[in-house]
């Protein structure tokens, strides 16, 4: 099994600032099986990033995805109040598709 | 619009058995694998199973191997989670989520979930 871990577990920043979440893996993913995906509190979960870069539809240009082999990161060029919620990154590559523990990014 | 909704939750007693049922609009449910997964209350998401576009291929977690089975009904476009002697560590909302991403089984699309509560 692959483990994900996330880093760090809460990450406090103001809005205006730039938010970097990491997301490491026990094995190498094929960078094309790595997913990242928003979720707020009383909601669903949502893609955000697919492929480790791609950002899906409608997803704004301040998010980005980055990394490969067992290094992936998302980052969030300028946070907006709407973006303070908790991240999750997710694996593909093989079964079972474990996912991170999660990040909390919350307000300073 | 691409729809799921989840229904079959509730309250049931540890060893107990219940069928989770996700209904799907929107899409051509027979071209997409389909999830299941899963979230304790006040903790992180953890990926229970899934099931190949064509039902040829279902892959589960190690919590729930043996005892859940995924199936599903494109006649009826549903998706379907029979989950089988229900511990307290069950206790969870249960998604169902799209695998949507052309060639992969990358999820694009999730239901709101059905609470499952196992307490005696």
């Known amino acids: 099994e692959i483990v994900l871990t996330q880093s760090p577990g809460t990450l406090s920043l103001s809005p205006g600032e730039r938010a970097t979440l990491s997301c490491r893996a026990s094995q190498s993913v094929t960078s094309s099986y790595l997913a990242w995906y928003q979720q707020k509190p009383g909601q669903a979960p949502s893609l955000l990033i697919y492929a480790a870069s791609s950002r899906a539809t409608g997803i704004p240009d301040r998010f980005s995805g980055g990394g490969s082999g067992t290094d992936f990161t998302l980052t969030i060029s300028r946070l907006e109040a709407e973006d303070f919620a908790v991240y999750y990154c997710q694996q593909f590559g093989s079964s079972p598709y474990t996912f991170g523990q999660g990040t909390k990014l919350e307000i300073k | 619009q691409v729809q799921l909704v989840e229904s079959g939750g509730g309250v049931v007693q540890p060893g107990r058995s219940l069928r989770l049922s996700c209904v799907v609009s929107g899409f051509t449910f027979s071209n997409y694998g389909m999830h299941w997964v899963r979230q304790a209350p006040g903790k992180g998401l953890e990926w229970v199973a899934v099931?190949?576009?064509?039902?040829?291929?279902?892959y589960y977690g190690d919590s729930v191997r043996g005892r859940f089975t995924i199936s599903r009904d494109d006649s009826k476009n549903t998706l379907y989670l029979q989950v089988n002697s229900l511990r307290a560590e069950d206790t969870a909302i249960y998604y169902c989520a799209r695998a949507g991403i052309s060639g992969t089984a990358i999820i694009d699309y999730w239901g709101q979930g059905t609470l499952v509560t196992v307490s005696s």
């Open positions: 099931i190949w576009y064509d039902g040829s291929n279902k």
